[in-house]
């Protein structure tokens, strides 16, 4: 009861980390009786059939509701909420930002500290480290964590606007970057613009771009109107999730399970089926 009180206001606020961490030890107390904790607390917030009590952890919940707060930003629907963190974003490509790699290190913009908590959690959320040719092709040059030009990522409204947006965009089938003189044929973009871009992107990436797999290597598509988590083997479409789906993403990525459970693997060495055991 005491903490769905506290909902509305965390997912206005920007919440400090010792808040979170202090209804949680209240949280724990509770569970406890106030007596010394015998199972860690990141056991208790697993579900019950990975050996845990499903006990709410506060600052997943706010990580969850921050993450919400940018579902609604990106419907296209005209609220007036929207119009300041859209004015302050417009720098970095307006919701187009949402879609990107980004470090929030890196993008050229001051924010006020509660739309830089939204932006740090949503990043944590949504980064990736491409290894693939095919995950490379895929990244957007824009506002990407691994672009820079002066240690800052870019944003170049002009290019995007005529529809150059991603690595493949910029690249030929065997792996090696379109030249200027071809590329300007079609595209108004500046020669220095291109080459530094181009110098931008990780020796790394151009190395898994022309080498011999990665010619042979189907090329897929992300639709860029789809900001998709996946956990494990798991998906998740933000733009139909709800508060449950994004804090089971959170608590998957610290939730832990029972120590004993690796104890008896070890001793026996066998599989334990937690769902009998737990349910």
Request: with cysteine; proline share 4%; glycine share 4%.
């Amino acid at each position: 009861f005491g903490i769905s009180k506290l909902l509305y206001s965390c997912g206005n606020m920007n919440v400090p980390e010792t808040f979170s961490k202090q209804v949680n030890s209240r949280i724990v107390d509770f569970v406890w009786n106030y007596s010394i904790p015998k199972v860690k607390r990141t056991t208790l917030i697993q579900t019950t059939e990975n050996g845990g009590l499903n006990m709410p952890d506060m600052t997943i919940i706010c990580k969850s509701l921050k993450v919400l707060w940018v579902k609604r930003l990106l419907e296209e629907d005209p609220l007036q909420w929207k119009v300041i963190p859209l004015y302050y974003l417009q720098r970095v490509g307006g919701r187009f930002l949402f879609k990107c790699n980004y470090d929030i290190r890196t993008l050229s913009i001051n924010l006020p500290p509660v739309y830089k908590s939204i932006l740090q959690i949503w990043s944590e959320l949504m980064q990736t480290s491409p290894q693939t040719a095919n995950e490379i092709r895929n990244e957007f040059l824009w506002n990407n964590r691994y672009i820079l030009i002066n240690c800052k990522s870019v944003w170049w409204k002009n290019w995007h606007d005529q529809g150059l947006n991603k690595i493949s965009n910029i690249l030929k089938p065997d792996g090696a970057f379109i030249q200027y003189s071809e590329l300007s044929q079609k595209f108004k973009i500046d020669h220095w613009s291109y080459i530094s871009l181009v110098d931008a992107i990780p020796n790394d990436w151009k190395k898994i771009l022309k080498s011999t797999t990665s010619m042979h290597e189907p090329v897929t598509m992300t639709h860029v109107g789809n900001n998709n988590v996946t956990i494990g083997q798991s998906s998740v479409q933000i733009e139909k999730a709800m508060h449950r789906d994004i804090y089971n993403i959170f608590r998957e990525k610290v939730a832990i399970s029972p120590t004993v459970e690796n104890k008896i693997r070890k001793r026996f060495s066998v599989e334990i089926n937690t769902s009998l055991i737990y349910s």
